[in-house]
Nanobody, 123 residues
Framework: QVQLVESGGGMVQAGGSLRLSCAASGRTYAMGWFRQAPGKKRELVAAINWSGDNTYYPDSVKGRFTGSRDNAKNMVYLQMNSLKLEDTAVYYC???????????????????WGQGTQVTVSS
């Protein structure tokens, strides 16, 4: 059974940092980190290709968030720096387990999702 398990969420003051991790139960191809705040749509915050050498970030997090992966460990990470109040959300990792060598940008592009981890940024 395919599983994605996120960890590393929590509460942090504005300007602080957090690192999220996502453990996959098998080999993955394209990976993505999404977030969803109450009353808002799920939005992409990082897309990572299968090898980790190509990434995409929306303007809202560009320069502050960095996605990476360790395929030997089936792990994906999201380093979040200079956190802002508006970064508060539940963060999800998503994976394609079918061959995909480019970036994927939309929730429907992904095959599996983690359970989510809460990130709360306080003033």
């Amino acid at each position: 059974q395919v599983q994605l398990v996120e960890s590393g969420g929590g509460m942090v003051q504005a300007g602080g940092s957090l690192r999220l991790s996502c453990a996959a139960s098998g080999r993955t191809y394209a990976m993505g980190w999404f977030r969803q705040a109450p009353g808002k749509k799920r939005e992409l915050v990082a897309a990572i290709n299968w090898s980790g050498d190509n990434t995409y970030y929306p303007d809202s997090v560009k320069g502050r968030f960095t996605g990476s992966r360790d395929n030997a460990k089936n792990m994906v990470y999201l380093q979040m720096n200079s956190l802002k109040l508006e970064d508060t959300a539940v963060y999800y990792c998503a994976a394609k387990f079918t061959p995909s060598y480019g970036l994927q940008y939309y929730p429907h592009d992904y095959d599996y999702w983690g359970q989510g981890t809460q990130v709360t940024v306080s003033s």
